[in-house]
């Protein structure tokens, strides 16, 4: 497979498109970034600065998607927006790295969706349309973070064969799921 950093790939799954996020997509994103009811369940660990605020603006989530961009030509990260296949707007983000850079090494896959459609069916869907970035990322595992308040979450997390990760010494953080590579 191609490297994902020097072209990007898009996917398709039923009803969403995975592309890489671009600046037109900053007032789409605002209905995830910047509804309060979407905010609980972005992960934001590691981050050193908020992205997700009710009083988000336009230029700050066009800011913040230029971070994001920068980091992929650093090869820091791919953020692909969600797009509809109706209507064609980007309604959230997936984030996806191979954390130790290793072949075969732990994806860490970040999630955020705005509230209209955080359900299981949706959820399910675009984290069986990830399981391509096992081999996208060379990935033998993919952890993803849980948030126990959104049971659709945690539903979508274990129809798609994610796993309860434990915490240890070398990830001390809570609420994480693995799903293994299938071969």
Not at 54 to 72: F, G
Not at 86 to 106: D, K, L, R, S
Request: one cysteine or more; hydrophobic letters at 40%; a negative charge.
């Amino acid at each position: 497979m191609a490297d994902v950093y020097m072209q990007c790939p898009v996917v398709e799954s039923d009803h969403f498109i995975l592309r890489l996020v671009e600046p037109h997509d900053a007032a789409d994103l605002l209905s995830c970034y910047g509804h309060s009811e979407s905010i609980p369940f972005l992960n934001e660990d590691h981050f050193t600065y908020a992205f997700g605020r009710p009083d988000l603006t336009i230029a700050e989530m066009e800011k913040n998607i230029h971070m994001w961009l920068e980091a992929y030509r650093e090869r820091g990260f791919v953020r692909f927006s969600i797009v509809t296949k109706t209507g064609g707007q980007a309604v959230g983000t997936i984030e996806m790295f191979n954390w130790n850079g290793a072949p075969g090494g732990m994806g860490v896959l970040r999630l955020d969706l705005n509230p209209k459609h955080e359900s299981k069916s949706a959820l399910s869907e675009l984290l069986h349309l990830s399981d391509l970035f096992f081999e996208m990322f060379d990935c033998g595992k993919i952890l993803t973070k849980g948030f126990e308040k959104s049971q659709a979450r945690m539903d979508a997390l274990k129809v798609s064969g994610y796993k309860p990760f434990p915490r240890h010494e070398d990830f001390a953080r809570d609420g994480y799921w693995v799903k293994e590579r299938q071969t």
